[in-house]
């Protein structure tokens, strides 16, 4: 909140959707004197799409920069929006990289100059070569409102399956900055390998390209790469969870021909990227 608030104008909104928590928001939230913060208490949980489209609803403003808890905005960011959407009035969305901040160690994650047509955009997006966290996103509320926003029954990769239905249908740019800064801690989402599959398996259900000729080499490593980290860490119960939420899945690859196939969809993936002209650092289970 303070990254927003920070800034000197005083035509935006900071909307916050306290999401059922118990851990003293609610009154943090009615402490804060500042005419531009607007905020609605959820009874209960109801999860992070739902929160953000309750969000987005209760917003004014005709552009959406969405900001998850653990986040943070640099001070240039809302301005350098704001400038760059008044200049590009054809660009409904734009995904920029950040930095990625967790143990003292940061890493930078930027995005090529250039962004690649809808339906390489889309491989891209569907082959997990582009490097998300939601708070990249920044998108026109007529664009929001128009795909129906976020999907309230995904739990993972929600920003993903945002993208994955808004491309094609309106003009997303890739930026230049890395002014989000997203701190990780041990039970951030993307950080934490358990229930990877599931919300793998609810992305594939949501997505028929994944069904089409040439993707099931890479649907082998997405779903082989979760219980392999896993393992790597030390993590053997979680990893062998993973493989019984495997073995449940409805829309992932089995059998034993997903070994092989793993290496194969790296290899592809790998490609993909240095197509890109750089190799992007994804996050660590997304």
């Known amino acids: 909140m303070a990254s927003v608030l920070c800034s000197q104008r005083a035509d935006i909104e900071l909307v916050v959707i306290d999401d059922g928590s118990t851990d003293g928001t609610e009154s943090y939230l009615a402490s804060v004197d500042d005419a531009r913060l607007a905020w609605r208490r959820l009874p209960q949980a109801v999860g992070a799409n739902r929160a953000r489209n309750e969000g987005a609803a209760l917003s004014r403003a005709p552009l959406i920069a969405f900001l998850d808890s653990d986040d943070a905005f640099r001070p240039d960011r809302i301005d350098r929006l704001i400038g760059f959407f008044d200049e590009n009035p054809g660009i409904d969305c734009t995904i920029d990289g950040f930095r990625d901040i967790s143990a003292n160690v940061e890493r930078v994650h930027q995005l090529p100059v250039t962004t690649p047509d809808p339906e390489k955009l889309r491989q891209l997006l569907l082959c997990h070569c582009i490097p998300l966290t939601n708070s990249t996103l920044t998108i026109r509320r007529s664009a929001f409102i128009g795909i129906g926003g976020y999907d309230p029954e995904l739990r993972r990769h929600q920003d993903r399956e945002l993208l994955l239905r808004l491309v094609g249908q309106r003009h997303i740019a890739f930026g230049a900055a890395t002014d989000v800064l997203k701190y990780r801690s041990g039970n951030s989402m993307s950080r934490t390998h ?93």
């Open 194 to 286: 358990s229930g990877y599959i599931a919300g793998l398996d609810d992305l594939v259900a949501r997505c028929p390209d994944y069904r089409s000729n040439g993707y099931e080499s890479i649907l082998s490593y997405l779903t082989l790469r979760g219980a392999l980290k896993a393992a790597a860490q030390g993590h053997f119960r979680v990893a062998l969870d993973e493989v019984k939420a495997w073995r449940r899945a409805r829309n992932l690859p089995g059998g034993l021909h997903v070994l092989p196939g793993y290496f194969v969809g790296r290899r592809k993936r790998r490609v993909l990227e240095r197509g890109l002209g750089q190799v992007l650092a994804t996050t660590s289970a997304e």
